[in-house]
């Protein structure tokens, strides 16, 4: 059963449209990640945070941004999609030390049309 | 800096043979810890292992098997009688182990490697 959740799993929406993706957490994880995954596989971090109210952007620079009100919620928006954005998103969290690896969430397949 | 280098694309195999994943890294860190994913066409990654950089007792899960060589900064998967249901994307990826909360316990990920399991 899995311990993190993104909603949706799919989403075909129209250039310009506001989207947010959805990420929550039951396993109380203060670290969690947002990556990208372009059609050739590579993943890219493109946000991460270690707690409520912290966020910084990661390697890979994204137009979208991210929010940590609570520990256990972690959501992406893009204020305008454009087909640029199409990919898969995925979301972990990991615990302190990183030692025991992230969970990942099942994703969500954008695309913008 | 972090790297991980999965130099091969993609594999195609028959079933039940054996097949090898390579993955070789950089690291400057003298504690890190070291990990396999793997991601089915469904797009979920499932966590395979992890190692730790003092660890390079190698390991066996079923028909499954790691080695870890510190000493060449490799580490290759191993998969024995491989099954039409292994297909899938491997990634390698390594993180270093830290306490502190500025830029620690970033996954740093392979290119992965398609391994395709034909009948």
């Known amino acids: 059963e899995a311990d993190i959740y993104q909603t949706p799993r799919y989403l075909v929406i129209g250039t310009g449209k506001k989207i947010t993706l959805e990420c929550s957490q039951t396993m109380g994880h203060d670290k969690m990640y947002w990556y990208q995954q372009d059609p050739g596989m590579e993943l890219h971090l493109i946000h991460y945070s270690y707690g409520v109210n912290s966020t910084e952007k990661g390697d890979l620079s994204s137009e979208s941004t991210v929010s940590r009100i609570r520990t256990e919620h972690f959501p992406l928006t893009l204020e305008s999609a454009r087909p640029s954005h199409t990919s898969q998103y995925l979301c972990?969290?990991?615990?302190?030390?990183?030692?025991?690896?992230?969970?990942f969430g099942s994703g969500t397949r954008l695309t913008v049309v | 800096a972090q790297k991980v280098t999965q130099a091969q694309t993609e594999i195609s195999v028959v079933e039940k043979e054996d097949v090898t994943l390579d993955c070789v890294y950089e690291?400057?860190?003298?504690?890190?810890?070291l990990f396999w994913y793997k991601q089915p066409p469904s797009g979920e990654l499932v966590f395979l292992i992890r190692r730790n950089s003092f660890d390079e007792q190698n390991e066996i899960s079923g028909r499954y098997s790691w080695n870890f060589q510190k000493s060449t900064s490799s580490f290759n998967f191993t998969i024995t009688a491989s099954q039409v249901v292994d297909s899938a994307v491997y990634f390698c990826?390594?993180?270093?182990?830290?306490?502190?909360?500025?830029?620690?316990?970033?996954?740093?990920f392979g290119t992965g490697t398609q391994l395709k399991v034909e009948l």
């Open positions: 972990a969290s990991s615990e302190p030390f990183g030692g025991a690896g992230y969970t």
């Open positions: 690291t400057r860190d003298t504690t890190y810890y």
């Open positions: 990826a390594l993180t270093r182990r830290s306490i502190l909360t500025g830029g620690g316990n970033k996954l740093t």
